[in-house]
């Protein structure tokens, strides 16, 4: 496991951005929110291949990391020269969406899905990692992953986010990315499957394949954060 330490600045300069950045319609980034609401923020790197990576975006407390949000990507390879300095940076630990807003692309986020996910092993790793008990509801977002310069645009990954739940519930996405209410079909669609099936490799042995409870696919509605 690669952990990489992110907050390096003063929190009072972290908060007084995002203060700053609330005064648009643009979302904090997933760093930027939990350094604000944790006091810290750390990435670590649990799996990475050439097309996949797992992180656990973590806060620290009392030398103790928990997982705040779990996000499975799968880069949409191959990638084009221009974004190939910044995937360095991220291979090597460093967080998606500050790597390259800090590199001056803009990003967006084309929602996919809003679901939740339920996990009732009660030595499944998801759960030692969000430092939870069993059965656990966590959110799901999972979004095609975008970035665009002054001319251009490139699709950069898919992202399954799974969210601790006290750190993002389902409302709170809904509230955060205008995604659509339940209306009581299955849509989840094969990218966010195969994501969810790829945390299996995190379990323990005794790992059961956790429920599906599903949102309606409507949109998708895009988000873009500057």
Same mark, same amino acid.
């Given at each position: =496991?690669?952990?990489?330490?992110?907050? !390096? =600045?003063?929190?009072?300069?972290?908060?007084?951005?995002? %203060? $700053?950045?609330?005064?648009?319609?643009?979302? %904090?980034?997933? !760093?930027?929110?939990?350094?604000?609401?944790?006091?810290?923020?750390? /990435?670590?790197?649990?799996?990475?291949?050439?097309?996949?990576?797992?992180? !656990?975006? #973590? !806060?620290?407390?009392?030398?103790?990391?928990?997982?705040?949000?779990? @996000?499975?990507?799968?880069?949409?390879?191959?990638?084009?020269?221009?974004?190939?300095?910044?995937?360095?940076?991220?291979?090597? +630990?460093?967080s998606i969406g500050a790597t390259f807003?800090?590199?001056?692309?803009?990003?967006?986020?084309?929602?996919?899905? +809003?679901?939740?996910?339920?996990?009732?092993?009660?030595?499944?790793? /998801?759960?030692?990692? =969000?430092?939870?008990?069993?059965?656990?509801?966590?959110?799901?977002?999972?979004? *095609?992953?975008? /970035?665009?310069?002054?001319? #251009? *645009?490139?699709?950069? @990954?898919?992202?399954?986010?799974?969210?601790?739940?006290?750190?993002?519930?389902?409302?709170?996405? *809904? &509230?955060?990315?205008?995604?659509?209410?339940?209306?009581?079909?299955? $849509? @989840?669609?094969?990218? /966010?499957?195969?994501?969810?099936?790829?945390?299996?490799?995190?379990? #323990?042995? &005794?790992?059961?394949?956790?429920?599906?409870?599903?949102?309606?696919?409507?949109?998708?509605? $895009?988000? *873009?954060?500057?």
């Amino acid at each position: =496991m690669i952990r990489v330490p992110i907050l !390096s =600045m003063q929190l009072g300069l972290l908060l007084l951005a995002i %203060a $700053c950045a609330g005064s648009t319609t643009a979302p %904090a980034l997933n !760093s930027e929110r939990i350094a604000a609401r944790y006091g810290s923020y750390e /990435v670590s790197l649990l799996q990475q291949e050439a097309e996949w990576r797992i992180s !656990s975006l #973590e !806060s620290r407390a009392g030398g103790a990391a928990t997982t705040r949000t779990l @996000a499975v990507v799968r880069f949409a390879l191959p990638l084009p020269a221009e974004l190939r300095p910044a995937h360095e940076r991220i291979v090597a +630990g460093a967080s998606i969406g500050a790597t390259f807003r800090d590199a001056g692309w803009d990003i967006e986020k084309r929602h996919l899905y +809003g679901g939740t996910y339920v996990l009732d092993a009660d030595r499944h790793a /998801v759960l030692r990692l =969000m430092r939870l008990t069993p059965p656990a509801v966590l959110a799901v977002h999972a979004y *095609r992953f975008e /970035v665009v310069g002054d001319a #251009e *645009r490139h699709a950069y @990954a898919t992202i399954v986010e799974l969210h601790h739940p006290d750190y993002l519930a389902l409302a709170d996405l *809904r &509230d955060l990315y205008a995604l659509p209410a339940a209306a009581g079909e299955s $849509c @989840a669609p094969p990218s /966010v499957r195969a994501a969810l099936q790829r945390i299996g490799g995190l379990s #323990e042995s &005794d790992y059961t394949e956790p429920q599906y409870q599903q949102e309606p696919c409507r949109g998708p509605p $895009c988000t *873009r954060l500057r």
